[in-house]
């Protein structure tokens, strides 16, 4: 088998509908020539999504986890199942263009340095996606920045850890790409024995991955002869900012407690609840202002 793509779902067809069903078309136009299988590995779904994907795509192998693990332990399960050369891990409404994971495939069997490699992602009109462009690793300034939404009003903080300086134009070794659409190497996954550090519900375990693969001795490449379809996070639009910012700063303490001195990763662990009062005081003060409205 050439390549495994796992695609984590939660209650996707209703958020989603038929994006989801777009994206699993899209993969057979995507291989091409290249062996591939296709697993979705689902969260505790309580919609039609398993049954839905079971009627219509009766070749794809799912896994039921029974409950919602989060993103990086549901795709760890998936790809426990895998049985490609190369991992694709994919969410679910992402469009892979035509001969693009054939091209991957053939591009990584030229590279044995490369562990991962991220697309060039685009919006529906063929933009860049800033959103899901790669990033520089982390820093103490630039994520406490976000944590107290300084960028709002300072945005050239950001701009190290956004790549501002950079033609994503170009291919070429990146930091990390984003978990929407990684690419991997079975080697590398192996090595890890994982494929998303399980410590991580949602957010940074992308990050936490590339510098593993970093760490363990390959590259990350960013390649922009291979482009994707990405309409950035469509379930997680609908779900509250407290929730969001709760698992994002978990997430985020987590990664400088692995990564970091006990300094810096106490600098975020301190600011974190700040961070999170902020985002509530803001929800407060917006539905008050839409009452008076």
């Not at 020539?33 to 309580?46: L, W």
């Not at 992402?94 to 991220?118: E, F, H, P, Q």
Request: hydrophobic residues 40%.
């Amino acid at each position: 088998m050439d390549i495994s793509i796992i695609i984590v779902t939660y209650n996707t067809l209703t958020h989603q509908g038929d994006l989801f069903r777009q994206c699993l078309r899209a993969i057979t136009l995507g291989a091409a020539d290249a062996t591939f299988e296709i697993i979705v590995s689902d969260n505790g779904s309580t919609d039609s999504t398993v049954n839905m994907v079971r009627q219509e795509f009766p070749t794809v192998k799912i896994v039921e986890n029974g409950s919602n693990l989060g993103f990086g332990r549901a795709n760890n399960s998936g790809a426990k199942e895998a049985t490609g050369d190369y991992l694709l891990f994919l969410n679910p409404d992402n469009i892979v263009a035509a001969n693009s994971l054939k091209y991957l495939r053939d591009w990584m069997r030229t590279r044995v340095d490369v562990g991962i490699v991220g697309p060039k992602m685009v919006d529906q009109y063929g933009n860049l996606n800033r959103e899901a462009a790669p990033r520089r690793f982390p820093a103490l300034v630039d994520q406490i920045a976000i944590l107290l939404k300084l960028a709002h009003a300072f945005p050239k903080l950001l701009n190290s850890y956004l790549y501002a300086d950079r033609d994503f134009n170009q291919s070429g070794e990146v930091d990390s790409v984003r978990g929407a659409f990684i690419f991997m190497r079975r080697e590398l996954y192996t090595k890890m024995g994982f494929a998303f550090d399980p410590r991580y519900f949602l957010w940074f375990e992308d990050v936490d991955t590339c510098r593993e693969c970093w760490r363990h001795g390959y590259k990350v490449m960013y390649l922009t002869d291979v482009i994707c379809i990405d309409h950035v996070s469509q379930t997680f639009k609908k779900i509250g900012n407290v929730w969001k910012q709760k698992k994002f700063t978990e997430s985020m303490v987590t990664y400088f407690r692995k990564w970091h001195s006990l300094p810096t990763w106490l600098t975020i662990f301190i600011l974190r609840p700040l961070a999170i009062a902020l985002v509530i005081f803001h929800e407060s003060i917006t539905k008050i202002l839409n009452r008076k409205i």
